[in-house]
């Protein structure tokens, strides 16, 4: 992008460099048709130049705009996973399941606290009452996760990007790493932005950025270490 305005930009600054030197040296009969074609050169490279700004600028808000739908429905898929972890001490690659967890699932409120009795192995091996303390964990109340994460939250769509190319659903995975339980849901960038400029989107499925959704996809989680995150930047979190 940058290399096109600077050779537009060099190419109209020579255009008009070339204008002057019709005006010295060219025969006035030829001169008022030469600066017209030259003049209408540097009006047609001056549009040029400015739309391909312009058209970078529609682009990142068309972007931010569309990343936001997506990071937002990835955020709904994250909290599922953690909850239906929580209870089944793993995570899952159907999202049958992760609306089936929300739809029926009880999760329990407990409470760890210290106690104390009488340690029968030691008592026996000594012949002395040997006390010992252990940790007591109380089931305080049970909350519907259906009511409590995803209340006015259209959950049973969750799998389903929800804007740029139609019906494109999110590629969710789940497994193991090093026997810890891992998941990833994630979509193409390409995606997202399927009728934007071919070289824009090329660009962003490289970026590297702090403040930039790096890599060619929208990812939550990762298949390759143990993270629960996405690899957006905090401006998009607005619902964690």
Do not use: C
């Not at 060099?10 to 002057?20: E, M, N, P, Q, S």
């Not at 068309?62 to 599922?80: F, G, H, P, S, T």
């Not at 193409?188 to 950025?209: F, G, M």
Request: aromatic share 10%; net charge neutral; proline share 3%.
């Amino acid at each position: 992008m940058l290399t096109v305005i600077i050779v537009v930009v060099a190419i109209i600054l020579a255009t008009i460099a070339i204008v002057w030197l019709i005006d010295k040296f060219v025969p006035k009969k030829l001169k008022p048709v030469l600066n017209l074609l030259l003049w209408a050169i540097v009006f047609f490279l001056g549009y040029i130049t400015y739309e391909s700004v312009a058209g970078e600028l529609r682009f990142e808000k068309v972007k931010d705009e569309r990343y936001q739908v997506v990071v937002n429905r990835l955020i709904d898929i994250q909290k599922a996973q953690v909850a239906y972890k929580d209870v089944n001490g793993e995570y899952t690659d159907k999202y049958d399941n992760l609306i089936k967890f929300i739809d029926t699932a009880q999760v329990p409120v407990t409470q760890r606290r210290d106690s104390t009795g009488i340690d029968q192995e030691k008592t026996r091996l000594f012949g002395v009452e040997t006390p010992k303390t252990f940790v007591v964990i109380d089931t305080l109340r049970y909350f519907s996760v259906k009511d409590s994460l995803f209340k006015n939250i259209d959950y049973k769509n969750m799998m389903n990007v929800g804007i740029g190319e139609k019906d494109a659903k999110f590629e969710l995975k789940a497994g193991k790493l090093d026997d810890i339980p891992v998941f990833e849901a994630s979509v193409d960038k390409a995606v997202v932005l399927h009728d934007q400029d071919k070289n824009l989107v090329s660009n962003e499925k490289q970026t590297v950025s702090v403040d930039g959704v790096n890599g060619p996809r929208i990812t939550v989680g990762s298949m390759n270490e143990v993270k629960t995150t996405g690899n957006w930047p905090k401006n998009f979190t607005k619902k964690e």
